[in-house]
């Protein structure tokens, strides 16, 4: 996958709240996620931890990469992150914010341009600048049929 190519991700139904993620155009196995109790029966990681693993991953991967451009060789890194989910002003939960703790070996002494590379790298992560931005994301629901439910219905004007 180039990272100029659209990303394309497809779920379905495996039980009560559970879905598989598929992710086409890779040869990765599907992935179970599920909501936790009382929805759920935490058979996988919800969306929310989703979320915060791919920021944690992303930021860990991007500061990786940044320390590897000043050839520096900081295997292995570690990441945390942590959430606490709050109600918005509708009572709704969102995660209002995380925190990111990245745990390098060794000391500061022993990496080469690393106050250039922590100046920089998280520019080089995709995620938590998209998330940091907020992401547009328009939505569509279809019958069985085909026919639009919810969304861009513009198509349907003359039926």
Known sequence: ????????????????????????????????????????????????????????????????????KFKNSPEPIRAEICAVPARNEQGRWRIGSAKATLHLPGRNADYKGLERALAQFEDFCVVTESVRKGIEVDVEVLDGEGRVLKGDKSFEAGS
């Open 1 to 68: 996958m180039s990272i100029e190519s659209p990303i394309r991700i497809s779920l379905e139904q495996d039980g009560e709240y559970s879905f598989r993620v598929h992710f086409p155009d890779t040869g990765l196995e599907p992935l179970l996620t599920d909501e936790s109790p009382p929805l759920g029966n935490d058979a996988g990681p919800n969306p929310a931890r989703l979320l915060l693993a791919s920021v944690a991953n992303c930021l860990a991967a991007s500061l990786l990469f940044a320390l590897r």
